[in-house]
């Protein structure tokens, strides 16, 4: 979970044996709240043949206060890093570009 003030991102894999989704679920339900925020949009990707659904809840203005990425298929591993790393998924989606993105964008 990264966090930027009152912004967050989380990203989880659906087949996370370690730390299971329903967690992340409990995450995003606080940070909503913690946002005072009922507004949210869900958007659906494919990244090399994997299907994966990113979740933004927004403040009142609209603005970005969350972002939550679930991967299909995904382990407990970062996704998109490179294949030698340890803990990484190479299938993606690219989590770190995703991350940089959201937090540059606060």
């Known amino acids: 979970i990264g966090r930027g003030g009152s912004h ?3 990203i989880e894999g659906r087949a996370d044996r370690i730390v299971h989704p329903s967690n992340a679920d409990r995450i995003v339900a606080q940070a909503a709240a913690d946002a005072r925020s009922d507004h949210s949009r869900q958007e659906r990707s494919l990244t090399n043949g994997r299907s994966h659904s990113r979740t933004v809840i927004t403040d009142a203005d ?3 206060v969350l972002e939550y990425w ?3 298929g995904a382990g407990h591993a ?4 490179h294949p030698s790393g340890s803990y990484t998924d190479a299938r993606g989606p690219d989590g770190s570009t ?3 993105r959201f937090f540059l964008n606060c």
């Open 78 to 81: 970062w996704s998109g890093d």
């Open 8 to 10: 967050r991102g989380k």
């Open 62 to 64: 609209g603005a970005s």
């Open 70 to 72: 679930l991967i299909e």
């Open 98 to 100: 995703e991350m940089v």
